[in-house]
Every structure is written in structure tokens, then in C-alpha cells.
């Protein structure tokens, strides 16, 4: 199992310029600006969740990235523990 970063569309506010996560990104075409909805997207299959992304939103302000854990079958496993124990790392 690993962790993935993704975007609360609803707390994101790159329609308002912001482009901090996809600046920081030290992955080619991994975290990019969604034009039609205007919203930071994560490539999930290229995230090396090295956490990056997260840090530079929440550092501004806006915690729109949280890290989620991907089982073995690449699902998404949101609101899983081991994901908000992560989060909470960084709050503290
Ligand atoms: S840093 Fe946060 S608010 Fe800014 S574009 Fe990225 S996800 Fe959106
Ligand atoms: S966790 Fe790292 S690799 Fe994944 S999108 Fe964020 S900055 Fe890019």
C-alpha cells in the first residue's frame, strides 16, 4: 500500500490563480491545472507521494491536497486511517 495525493476540488482555488502544488510538483505531468474545471488534478498512476503538493497548500492556507492510501488493487481508500494519521503529521 501507498499514498496518492488528491484534490478537494471544493477548497481548491486555482480558479483564482493559485498554482502552488503544480510548481512544486518534482513530477513531470503529474499535478496539472484541469482547464475545464479549473481545479489542481493529480495523475494518479504518476504520483510518487513524496507529499510535496500537500505541503505548499496547506502551508498557504487553502488544505485542499490530502495524502490517500491506494491498495494493492489500485483502488482509492479515502477516509482511511493510515491516510489521516499522515495529515496529521504535517499539522502538528
Ligand atoms: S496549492 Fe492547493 S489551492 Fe493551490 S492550486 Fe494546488 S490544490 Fe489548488
Ligand atoms: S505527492 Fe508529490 S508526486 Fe504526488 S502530486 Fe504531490 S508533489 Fe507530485
Known amino acids: 500500500m501507498y499514498n496518492v495525493a488528491l484534490v478537494t476540488d ?52 487553502h488544505m485542499a491536497i490530502t495524502m490517500v492510501a491506494v491498495s494493492a488493487d489500485g483502488s482509492l481508500m479515502e477516509n482511511a486511517g493510515e491516510a489521516a494519521e499522515l495529515g496529521q503529521a504535517y499539522s502538528g
Open 10 to 61: 471544493e477548497k481548491c482555488v486555482a480558479k483564482k490563480g493559485c498554482r502552488l502544488c503544480i510548481m512544486y510538483c518534482p513530477e513531470a505531468n503529474t499535478l496539472d491545472l484541469n482547464t475545464d474545471r479549473m481545479v489542481a488534478e493529480v495523475i494518479i498512476n504518476r504520483c510518487k507521494g513524496c507529499e510535496l503538493c500537500m505541503v505548499v497548500c496547506d502551508a498557504a492556507k
